[in-house]
């Protein structure tokens, strides 16, 4: 019994490491996992007393959970029978899909990747490339919403910053869950977007099975009242206009939707404007392309990355300034269970067809509410009012007059005009000289013209607000501009020195 056994040292190394990692998985791990968990909820309590739209249970549950819930949801479960029934397909190739479906869904949100990591590069990044400003602000109108409320903010979607400026401006009030495209598939992007809450979708799938699970998705992150943030255009303006919206996400989100339930859905329309949208030249470059031919956007990395260090050297010398102002502003919040009793509607009730019509009606008054808030910035000034003169130059002082009207226009219905300073006249200067640095318009003793080639580019600025002036006439189609993209791409910048 007490005789002596030899072993190879390999071996006993080997069942030394075994019996470490077994004590620390069944003893140790499991100790720091509760720590670590019991420090983590404490520090949410205390963040929520500080939000205005608490994080929900809903969105810290743990992310294999949610992927069986969604997975083995009555009726994601229902439309397996019937596909497998359809199709001929066995129902075990099906459930696989639909669990790499969910899979490719469901996010895994973590507070701290969010306030501690992602708020403070949004607003590290946003405030290093723009003067970011907030517009209209209704409070007494946002303390009326219910806490309890399922809160969606609906913005118009001009620039990939979007994603990054909205998440800053409203890191006071909650912890935003975004609807993102492949774009953001990429390996290293993928898990730091998933972690801040985000769910991915492709945007463009005709597969019956996949949209099924996705709107189960966003029916239980809605019911659960997830706050969540939606582009109903579902791309970038090419054009600087509106783009009519894409009901897919707001059908899932009202299609279930308990018009006697305890739980609203609060939508608040958000509008976004820019002095300067990084991608303008190549969403131009797209809106130009001829029908029935892909864009070409035309990127390349060496003329990416000569530019780049073009402004880090400019910075360096003390030589760059931001890219002029952004400014956000929130409309009147929009109340979903309001909207169903005014239309004594109920969508649960309708067939198909006849409640994708009522949903592209809620849609068209939710973009319409948006439009109303999107800012008018110096850019878009200046902008409109040369074009409405072109091809006529104009003195500084005619731009003045031009601006000063265009402004009444918008304060007479209502719209939020940003005046720098509370000073028109710089905030005409700040829109001519971002457009002079970049060569869209040319001075010459005192008389400003606007390049023929960068005509694409200013209509693109003035279109950002032509919805705005409904009662001008389109400046472009006027004043017989043909649009002519510029052929020399991206070209480098130094932006405007702004307030």
Same mark, same amino acid.
């Given at each position: 019994?007490?005789?002596?056994?030899?072993?190879? @040292?390999?071996?006993?190394?080997?069942?030394?490491?075994?019996?470490?990692?077994?004590?620390?998985?069944? @003893?140790?791990?499991?100790?720091?996992?509760?720590?670590?968990?019991?420090?983590?909820?404490?520090?949410?309590?205390?963040?929520?007393?500080?939000?205005?739209?608490?994080?929900?249970?809903?969105?810290?549950?743990?992310?294999?959970?949610?992927?069986?819930?969604?997975?083995?949801?009555? !009726?994601?479960?229902?439309?397996?029978?019937?596909?497998?029934?359809?199709?001929?397909?066995?129902?075990?190739?099906?459930?696989?899909?639909?669990?790499?479906?969910? *899979?490719?869904?469901?996010?895994?949100?973590?507070?701290?990747?969010?306030?501690?990591?992602?708020?403070? @590069?949004?607003?590290?990044?946003?405030?290093?490339?723009?003067?970011?400003?907030?517009?209209?602000?209704?409070?007494?109108?946002?303390?009326?919403?219910?806490?309890?409320?399922?809160?969606?903010?609906?913005?118009?979607?001009?620039?990939?910053?979007?994603?990054?400026?909205?998440?800053?401006?409203?890191?006071?009030?909650?912890?935003?869950?975004?609807?993102? *495209?492949?774009?953001?598939?990429?390996?290293?992007?993928?898990?730091?977007?998933?972690?801040?809450?985000?769910?991915?979708?492709?945007?463009?799938?005709?597969?019956?099975?996949?949209?099924?699970?996705?709107?189960?998705?966003?029916?239980?992150?809605?019911?659960? *009242?997830?706050?969540?943030?939606?582009?109903? !255009?579902?791309?970038?303006?090419?054009?600087?206009?509106?783009?009519?919206?894409?009901?897919?996400?707001?059908?899932?989100?009202?299609?279930?939707?308990?018009p006697k339930g305890p739980k609203d859905v609060v939508f608040v329309p958000v509008g976004v404007n820019y002095d300067r949208v990084l991608e303008d030249r190549m969403l131009t470059s797209a809106a130009n392309t001829e029908p029935g031919k892909k864009p070409v956007f035309g990127f390349n990395l060496v003329t990416f990355l000569r530019h780049f260090f073009r402004h880090v050297r400019m910075a360096f010398r003390g030589e760059w300034y931001r890219y002029g102002y952004t400014c956000v502003s929130f409309g009147e919040p929009f109340s979903l269970k309001q909207y169903v009793a005014q239309q004594k509607i109920d969508f649960r009730d309708m067939p198909e067809k006849e409640r994708f019509a009522?949903?592209?009606?809620?849609?068209?008054?939710?973009?319409?509410?948006?439009?109303?808030?999107?800012?008018? @910035?110096?850019?878009?000034?200046?902008?409109?009012?040369?074009?409405?003169?072109?091809?006529?130059?104009?003195?500084?002082? !005619?731009?003045?007059?031009?601006?000063?009207?265009?402004?009444?226009?918008? !304060?007479?219905?209502?719209?939020?005009?940003?005046?720098?300073?509370?000073?028109?006249?710089?905030?005409?200067?700040?829109?001519?000289?971002?457009?002079?640095?970049?060569?869209?318009?040319?001075?010459?003793?005192?008389?400003?013209?606007?390049?023929?080639?960068?005509?694409?580019?200013?209509?693109?600025?003035?279109?950002?607000?032509?919805?705005?002036?409904?009662?001008?006439?389109?400046?472009?189609?006027?004043?017989?501009?043909?649009?002519?993209?510029?052929?020399?791409?991206?070209?480098?910048?130094?932006?405007?020195?702004?307030?």
């Amino acid at each position: 019994m007490w005789s002596e056994v030899t072993l190879p @040292l390999w071996l006993v190394i080997v069942a030394g490491l075994l019996a470490a990692l077994a004590f620390l998985d069944r @003893l140790l791990i499991p100790s720091v996992r509760w720590a670590l968990r019991r420090r983590a909820n404490k520090a949410i309590s205390e963040l929520n007393t500080r939000l205005r739209l608490q994080i929900k249970p809903f969105k810290l549950t743990k992310r294999q959970v949610l992927m069986d819930r969604l997975i083995y949801d009555p !009726e994601v479960l229902h439309a397996v029978d019937e596909y497998a029934r359809e199709h001929k397909v066995p129902r075990e190739v099906l459930m696989e899909k639909v669990k790499r479906y969910a *899979g490719e869904i469901v996010p895994s949100f973590s507070a701290y990747a969010y306030f501690r990591i992602g708020t403070r @590069l949004a607003k590290r990044l946003s405030e290093m490339l723009y003067r970011v400003r907030i517009g209209f602000r209704n409070e007494e109108a946002f303390s009326r919403v219910d806490p309890d409320s399922s809160v969606v903010f609906v913005i118009n979607h001009r620039s990939n910053m979007d994603y990054v400026l909205v998440t800053y401006v409203a890191a006071q009030s909650s912890a935003l869950s975004y609807a993102v *495209g492949e774009w953001a598939q990429i390996w290293g992007l993928r898990n730091l977007i998933r972690s801040m809450g985000a769910y991915f979708i492709r945007r463009d799938s005709r597969d019956a099975l996949y949209r099924k699970v996705l709107s189960r998705y966003v029916h239980m992150a809605t019911a659960s *009242g997830v706050v969540q943030a939606i582009f109903p !255009e579902g791309g970038l303006s090419r054009d600087g206009k509106l783009r009519p919206p894409k009901f897919g996400l707001l059908s899932y989100m009202v299609a279930a939707f308990d018009p006697k339930g305890p739980k609203d859905v609060v939508f608040v329309p958000v509008g976004v404007n820019y002095d300067r949208v990084l991608e303008d030249r190549m969403l131009t470059s797209a809106a130009n392309t001829e029908p029935g031919k892909k864009p070409v956007f035309g990127f390349n990395l060496v003329t990416f990355l000569r530019h780049f260090f073009r402004h880090v050297r400019m910075a360096f010398r003390g030589e760059w300034y931001r890219y002029g102002y952004t400014c956000v502003s929130f409309g009147e919040p929009f109340s979903l269970k309001q909207y169903v009793a005014q239309q004594k509607i109920d969508f649960r009730d309708m067939p198909e067809k006849e409640r994708f019509a009522e949903v592209e009606k809620l849609g068209s008054q939710l973009m319409e509410a948006v439009g109303k808030v999107v800012p008018a @910035l110096p850019v878009s000034l200046v902008a409109t009012a040369l074009l409405e003169a072109h091809p006529a130059p104009l003195s500084l002082f !005619e731009i003045k007059s031009r601006v000063s009207r265009i402004i009444e226009t918008l !304060e007479a219905s209502k719209a939020y005009v940003h005046i720098p300073r509370s000073d028109r006249d710089y905030a005409i200067e700040v829109g001519l000289r971002m457009l002079r640095l970049r060569h869209i318009v040319s001075e010459n003793d005192g008389i400003y013209a606007a390049n023929p080639a960068d005509l694409h580019i200013l209509r693109y600025y003035s279109n950002a607000i032509a919805h705005l002036l409904p009662g001008r006439a389109n400046a472009a189609e006027t004043s017989g501009i043909v649009e002519a993209p510029s052929s020399s791409g991206a070209r480098a910048m130094r932006a405007i020195p702004a307030e």
